[in-house]
């Protein structure tokens, strides 16, 4: 069942369409991937769904509300949560403050925020680092803070950017294994990435964007076989195994 | 390698966060009893200093936004407890609140055309600075407000409800209670959803507002908070020296004498603004009384000396670096 829909969503910034009337939707606990090439339109979709950017035209309907025009704390209250590909820690405070901010989502109590937060710092294996100030962090380190604070939020569909790049083999794996725990919590999950072998394994469906369109969607299978996203992405060598 | 720090060692730290200040307090209601009027004097700007200090750290130290423009708050709250007492006979007491409402009111008319379209940093301290300038050009130029002359407070004789009394020491402790209750409100915000809001958008808008804090409202409650108790600081300076004028109460070098201590003791922690206060306080007592009044402004040299070593060398202000040779004693 779908719980996001998004309709004829365009968002340009001066003459480029950086997403050209673009119709996907999420369905209820399933990890969707969103490929493409560089400047496809990945981000700028997260933007326009999270309320970062305002789109030109179109809808997204989140359990069946509009959530067109919102500030993006208001969609954030509504369940949407995101992290960043380049990530954005509070580098001046510690690991565990930064998760805290985001506790205050679902309560105003200081208390129920902290014992939430050193939750979601067990759960992501940062419980060592709490008090480290977050600049201190190792960049696999910065990601998984992302996470624990977006967790914090309490989504109900969870916005990855690019998770996994930037990350070594073993952490790629690791990480991995973390999303793939996210969404058996029975949270969707939505991951912009690049890893391709990451992305075909873990995604039950794939969306392929070029240039702001949508050019596939399926299964991963499905779309590694499709002749237009081997043309304008995977290239001609790539098979998927 | 990055180490974790113990429960145990937590523990201490917030142990020790607690008897300092008690000891502190307990100094500061014995000293008056024990200095003479020059020396009690000292303390009483020191402190207001301090006060003040904390009033902006609110909203500079806390949550990132720069105001150029405290003087606004500040004299709006000597001016208007003045006035109210001057023509209508009203308790000065109650012309702190009528001011500080007044000034909170001016804080949030600012703050909603800044804020609204997300203005920030550099743009956000000319906003205020500007509308500073304005209201000294306006207490400048208006009778009601004595123009350059200024407006005296006249002597009615010592009463508590004319908030007007012989002893300084009755001044000290008036300024010693609000000091508490700024720090006491400043570490209630500190452990709130509020406080962490404030930082949070201090150390990232974007990144916050993904994860719920409601940008423009929290600005506008930290600077509520701020530009109310900066009026309230008003009204104490106006019955301490019973004579205001735009000098002395509005324009850029007050804004500034009020950013001074909170930047150099450290705007994001408690007992900073203290700091930078007694240091700066301190410094400008020695050099008065080293060259008396021979060398007019010397002591503004020093504040600068300072400003720059502080900057350049311990941006998070000296408490930080206070702090963390006392972890390093603490710890062997």
Sequence with gaps: MPVLEVNHLSKSFGGLKAVNNLDFYVNEGEILGLV?????????????????????SGSIFFKGKNQVGLRP??????????TFQLTKPFSGITVFENVKVAAFNI??????????????????????????????????????????????????????????????????????ELVRLINNQGITIV????????IMSLSSRIIVLNYGEKIAEGTPIEVSRDERVINSYLGEEYTFA | MVKAVSDKDYLDMKRSRFYIPAVLLLVFLIIPNVVDSHLLHILIIILFYAYLGNCWAILGGYTGQLSLGHSTFFGIGAYTSTLLFTKFGLSPWLGTLCGAFLGMAAGLFIGYLAFRYGLKGVYFAIVTLAFSVVLKEIALNWKMTGGAMGLLIPLQGISFTLFQFEDKRVYYYIIL????????????????????????????????????????????????????????GGTFYAQYFLFIDPDS??????????????IIGGAGSLFGPLLGSFIMGSFSE?????????????HLIFYSLILIVVVLFLPQGIMEF????????SKG
């Design chain 2, 249 to 262: 109460t509005l324009g850029i070098s007050l804004s500034i004498d009020i950013i001074l201590r909170p």
């Design chain 1, 36 to 56: 493409g090439p560089n400047g496809s339109g990945k981000t700028t979709t997260f933007n326009l769904i999270l309320g970062t950017q305002k789109p030109d």
């Design chain 1, 191 to 198: 991951a912009i990435e690049h890893v391709m072998r990451a």
């Design chain 2, 177 to 232: 209670f609000l000091f508490m209750l700024i720090l006491f409100l400043v570490r209630s915000i500190e452990k709130s959803c509020t406080g962490s809001y404030f930082v949070a958008i201090r150390e990232d808008e974007e990144a916050a507002e993904s994860l719920g804090v409601p940008l423009t409202k929290y600005k506008l409650i930290a600077l509520a908070i701020s530009s109310f108790m900066t009026a309230i």
């Design chain 2, 286 to 298: 020695i050099t008065r009384g080293l060259f008396g009044g021979a060398h007019q402004g010397l």
């Design chain 1, 107 to 176: 309560t105003k109590n200081t208390v129920e925020a902290s014992k939430r937060a050193l939750e979601m710092l067990e759960f992501l294996r940062l419980s060592e680092l709490r008090n480290q100030l977050a600049k201190k962090l190792t960049i696999p380190q910065r990601k998984y803070l992302e996470l624990a604070r977006a967790l914090a939020t309490k989504p109900e569909i969870l916005f990855l950017d690019e998770p996994i790049g930037g990350l070594n083999e073993a952490e790629t794996d690791e990480m991995m």
């Design chain 2, 322 to 329: 206070v702090q963390r040779v006392l972890e390093k004693v």
């Design chain 1, 73 to 82: 704390y208001e969609i954030c209250r509504h369940g949407l949560a995101r």
